[in-house]
């Protein structure tokens, strides 16, 4: 158990849809990452937030929004859903501004099925 | 990022050591090498890191060869719940946020531990 909590665990949605997938981070962590696992692409990147701010943009697309609150807690928006969405998505924590690879700790992630 | 080629899969009997190479023949001087691993479809979980020398923790031992373009991880005593997919990056080892950071995990090597 990594500490990192996301809800929920599996979505299930159609297409043209929006959904919001939440992230808590470890206790004392204060950057959230965002990362989408589809089966041809790998883990990419989406995002990252540290203390409330944006930090970092990958390859995440307009459709997609994110934001993190002042209790830490983090939120991935995906809107106008297709069905090439549907992907692992897994959202990450760090202590500090700028985490290394071995200082991200991994949630358990959400499953986002688009049918 | 430099690129990695790992075996597509790998076995290796409960109790064994489990040796996973991975080949980065286009790494940089100040590129690390990462080991993760995902258990089926659980976040991906930091092993261990390294530079040049070889390391070593409580997971596994990572063996970097003195060119640099390929290194091994070390599994010591496999158990059942080794098995996972193990992903090899290289990549510098400071956070370079800002618009160009990405970070891709490759397809990486399913590695069964069979009794």
């Known amino acids: 158990d990594s500490g990192v909590t996301q809800t929920p665990k599996h979505l299930i949605t159609a297409t043209g849809q929006r959904v919001t997938l939440r992230c808590s981070p470890r206790s004392g962590d204060l950057s959230v990452y965002w990362y989408q696992q589809s089966l041809d692409q790998g883990l990419q990147f989406l995002i990252q937030y540290y203390n409330g701010e944006e930090r970092a943009k990958g390859n995440i697309l307009e459709r997609f929004s994110a934001q993190q609150f002042p209790d830490l807690h983090s939120e991935l928006n995906l809107s106008s859903l297709e069905l090439g969405d549907s992907a692992l998505y897994f959202c990450a924590s760090s202590v500090g501004e700028r985490g290394g690879l071995n200082e991200q700790f991994f949630g358990p992630g959400t499953r986002l099925t688009v049918l | 990022d430099a690129k990695t080629t790992q075996p597509t899969s790998m076995d290796c009997a409960e109790g064994r050591a489990a040796n996973l190479p991975c080949n980065h023949s286009t790494i940089s001087g100040n590129e690390y090498v990462y080991w993760y691993r995902q258990i089926h479809s659980q976040g991906p979980q930091y092993i261990i890191h390294g530079l040049k020398n070889n390391e070593t923790n409580e997971m596994a031992s990572l063996i970097i060869t003195e060119d640099r373009k390929s290194s091994t991880l070390i599994l010591p005593h496999a158990t059942l719940r080794d098995t996972a997919v193990y992903y090899c990056?290289?990549?510098?080892?400071?956070?370079?946020?800002?618009?160009?950071?990405?970070?891709?995990f490759g397809k990486g090597t399913l590695l069964t531990v069979n009794p």
């Open positions: 990056i290289v990549r510098v080892g400071s956070y370079s946020g800002g618009s160009n950071y990405k970070l891709t």
